[in-house]
Protein backbone atom coordinates (compact mmCIF):
# COMPACT_ATOMS: atom_id res chain seq x y z
CA UNK A 1 0.00 0.00 0.00
CA UNK A 2 1.55 3.80 -0.61
CA UNK A 3 2.77 6.00 1.65
CA UNK A 4 0.35 8.78 2.23
CA UNK A 5 1.05 11.92 4.36
CA UNK A 6 -2.14 10.87 6.21
CA UNK A 7 -0.62 8.35 7.36
CA UNK A 8 2.60 9.80 8.69
CA UNK A 9 0.96 11.32 11.80
CA UNK A 10 -0.88 7.86 13.09
CA UNK A 11 2.63 6.57 12.55
CA UNK A 12 4.99 8.74 14.53
CA UNK A 13 2.15 8.59 17.41
CA UNK A 14 2.45 4.54 17.22
CA UNK A 15 6.19 4.92 17.82
CA UNK A 16 5.74 7.74 20.31
CA UNK A 17 3.27 6.03 22.21
CA UNK A 18 -0.48 7.24 22.08
CA UNK A 19 -1.44 10.42 21.17
CA UNK A 20 -2.70 11.58 25.07
CA UNK A 21 0.69 10.43 25.82
CA UNK A 22 2.04 12.85 23.24
CA UNK A 23 -0.24 15.24 24.64
CA UNK A 24 1.08 15.26 28.17
CA UNK A 25 4.69 15.15 27.80
CA UNK A 26 5.12 17.36 24.61
CA UNK A 27 6.30 16.72 21.59
CA UNK A 28 9.90 17.60 22.58
CA UNK A 29 9.88 15.48 25.56
CA UNK A 30 9.03 12.37 22.78
CA UNK A 31 11.88 14.25 21.18
CA UNK A 32 14.44 13.20 24.12
CA UNK A 33 13.01 9.68 24.20
CA UNK A 34 13.32 8.83 20.99
CA UNK A 35 16.89 10.65 21.09
CA UNK A 36 18.61 7.75 22.32
CA UNK A 37 22.60 9.07 22.72
CA UNK A 38 21.06 12.55 23.49
CA UNK A 39 22.98 14.02 20.24
CA UNK A 40 20.03 16.31 19.25
CA UNK A 41 19.51 13.75 16.23
CA UNK A 42 17.15 11.20 15.97
CA UNK A 43 19.14 8.99 12.95
CA UNK A 44 16.83 5.71 11.40
CA UNK A 45 18.22 3.16 13.91
CA UNK A 46 16.86 5.28 16.72
CA UNK A 47 13.38 6.06 15.75
CA UNK A 48 13.26 1.86 14.63
CA UNK A 49 14.30 1.25 18.32
CA UNK A 50 11.76 3.72 19.57
CA UNK A 51 9.39 1.79 17.19
CA UNK A 52 10.36 -1.70 18.35
CA UNK A 53 9.86 -0.21 22.49
CA UNK A 54 6.26 0.71 21.59
CA UNK A 55 5.67 -2.77 20.19
CA UNK A 56 6.29 -3.98 23.01
CA UNK A 57 3.82 -2.60 25.47
CA UNK A 58 0.75 -3.39 22.58
CA UNK A 59 1.63 -7.05 22.69
CA UNK A 60 0.30 -7.27 26.17
CA UNK A 61 0.38 -11.51 26.41
CA UNK A 62 4.19 -11.48 24.62
CA UNK A 63 3.77 -13.83 21.80
CA UNK A 64 5.43 -11.68 19.14
CA UNK A 65 1.93 -10.55 17.73
CA UNK A 66 -0.64 -7.66 18.16
CA UNK A 67 -4.23 -8.84 17.95
CA UNK A 68 -7.09 -6.74 17.19
CA UNK A 69 -8.00 -6.81 20.64
CA UNK A 70 -4.33 -6.27 21.93
CA UNK A 71 -4.64 -3.14 19.06
CA UNK A 72 -8.56 -2.17 20.55
CA UNK A 73 -7.37 -1.89 24.18
CA UNK A 74 -4.40 0.47 23.66
CA UNK A 75 -7.26 2.95 22.55
CA UNK A 76 -8.78 5.50 24.07
CA UNK A 77 -12.71 4.65 24.21
CA UNK A 78 -13.63 7.81 23.66
CA UNK A 79 -11.63 8.37 20.04
CA UNK A 80 -13.90 10.23 18.27
CA UNK A 81 -15.23 9.56 14.69
CA UNK A 82 -15.65 5.69 14.40
CA UNK A 83 -14.21 4.75 17.96
CA UNK A 84 -11.60 2.81 19.52
CA UNK A 85 -12.96 -0.17 17.31
CA UNK A 86 -12.63 1.34 13.99
CA UNK A 87 -9.02 2.98 14.35
CA UNK A 88 -7.93 -0.13 15.69
CA UNK A 89 -9.22 -1.80 12.19
CA UNK A 90 -8.21 1.13 10.34
CA UNK A 91 -4.59 1.06 12.11
CA UNK A 92 -4.30 -2.91 12.09
CA UNK A 93 -5.06 -3.05 8.15
CA UNK A 94 -2.70 -0.13 7.07
CA UNK A 95 -0.16 -2.01 9.11
CA UNK A 96 -0.76 -5.43 8.03
CA UNK A 97 2.01 -6.28 5.10
CA UNK A 98 0.73 -9.85 4.64
CA UNK A 99 -2.68 -9.64 5.57
CA UNK A 100 -2.83 -12.43 8.44
CA UNK A 101 -4.58 -10.28 10.57
CA UNK A 102 -1.70 -9.96 13.36
CA UNK A 103 0.81 -7.42 13.16
CA UNK A 104 4.54 -8.26 13.60
CA UNK A 105 7.00 -5.96 15.12
CA UNK A 106 8.69 -6.44 11.58
CA UNK A 107 5.79 -4.65 10.48
CA UNK A 108 5.09 -2.61 13.34
CA UNK A 109 8.39 -1.17 12.50
CA UNK A 110 8.22 -1.17 8.42
CA UNK A 111 4.51 1.00 9.45
CA UNK A 112 6.77 3.61 12.13
CA UNK A 113 9.84 3.32 8.68
CA UNK A 114 7.38 4.94 6.59
CA UNK A 115 6.81 8.36 8.49
CA UNK A 116 10.24 9.44 8.98
CA UNK A 117 10.39 11.01 5.66
CA UNK A 118 7.32 12.81 6.42
CA UNK A 119 9.06 14.80 9.21
CA UNK A 120 12.68 14.47 7.94
CA UNK A 121 12.00 18.39 6.28
CA UNK A 122 15.67 18.51 5.03
CA UNK A 123 15.53 15.08 3.48
CA UNK A 124 18.98 13.80 5.36
CA UNK A 125 17.44 10.60 7.01
CA UNK A 126 17.59 12.17 10.50
CA UNK A 127 15.26 13.91 12.42
CA UNK A 128 16.18 17.12 14.59
CA UNK A 129 14.19 19.53 17.29
CA UNK A 130 13.43 21.51 14.69
CA UNK A 131 12.07 18.78 12.64
CA UNK A 132 9.49 17.81 15.18
CA UNK A 133 8.74 21.51 16.05
CA UNK A 134 7.44 21.99 12.58
CA UNK A 135 4.76 19.71 13.26
Known amino acids: MPFSRRRAVPALLLVLGTATAAAQT ?10 GNGDGIIDLNEYQAGARAAFAPLDSDRD ?64 TRQDFQAR
Do not use: C
Request: aromatic share 10%; glycine share 14%.
Open 64 to 127: GWITLYEMRASLDPNTGGAGADGLARTRMAAMDLNHDNLISEGEYVAFADQSIETYDKDGDGRL
Open 26 to 35: GWLDQFGKLD
